[in-house]
């Protein structure tokens, strides 16, 4: 019986996709290769892989039409990989979808990661316990949802709703990333003025609250022109 978690990797870059594919395979991962996002399509319905990495610069179409595709009909984990510079981009495709992405160059440990990361949030989904009905763990932070009850090494912060509210959508997609947009609209509802700046004021309270060295973040991390990005939850 072949129980390896497949893997299909969508990426025209000869050189990245070999170094990617070599890596993922050293990890006991199956990968399936392709440089075309139409073989892409079609191999995702032939061999419903776990996870894909898609590509979004692909030569015979935009890698963001392949999401659009792929997420008309499957919840499939999709991480995008992109330009560095690229922000807009990646949060098209983060709010289109995507469950993560990767920027171009990127570290062979930071890929291992996001792909753990969305196989890990997969399974959950695919359990029958409500996800998050137990509290989120990281390095001494402590937030239990159905206490409303935030603790940093078992001493109480006090959080006002709306800080609660955000740092509760992080932490139930802790190791992901989640765009500015994202956490407004859930926050404050689809209506509100698309602003960031009283989304930054929260977060700035919330880290004075929870992180020992407010600048130097260890539990909510900043990724710069596209959202936050909360430290992943330790249990499994
Ligand atoms: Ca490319």
């Not at 022109?225 to 249990?235: H, K």
């Amino acid at each position: 019986m072949n129980s390896k978690i497949t893997i299909l990797l969508i990426e025209d870059e000869d050189s990245i996709s070999k170094l990617i594919s070599k890596l993922l395979t050293a990890q006991n991962y199956k990968v399936l290769c392709t440089s075309s996002a139409k073989d892409g399509l079609s191999i995702i319905t032939s061999h419903c892989p776990d996870v894909v990495i898609l590509d979004l610069g692909l030569p015979d179409m935009d890698g963001l039409d392949v999401l659009r595709q792929v997420r008309s009909w499957s919840s499939l984990p999709i991480i995008v990989v992109s330009a560095r510079t690229q922000e807009k981009e990646k949060v098209l495709a983060l709010d289109l979808g995507a469950d993560d992405y990767i920027s171009k160059p990127f570290g062979n440990a930071e890929l291992l990661a996001r792909v753990r990361t969305v196989i890990r949030h997969s399974n959950k989904l695919n359990t029958t316990t409500p996800l998050y009905k137990r509290p989120y763990y990281a390095k001494g932070l402590k937030i239990d949802f159905e206490k409303h009850l935030v603790t940093v090494n078992d001493v109480p912060v006090h959080l006002t709703q709306i800080e609660f509210k955000i740092i509760s959508l992080l932490a139930q997609n802790s190791g992901s990333v989640i765009t500015y947009s994202n956490i407004i609209s859930n926050i404050w509802g689809p209506y509100v003025d698309d602003n960031n700046r009283i989304l930054r004021v929260n977060m700035a309270n919330i880290r004075r609250k929870i992180e020992p060295t407010p600048s130097e973040p260890q539990y909510l991390f900043t990724e710069v022109g596209i959202g936050y990005r909360m430290l992943e939850d330790e249990q499994e």
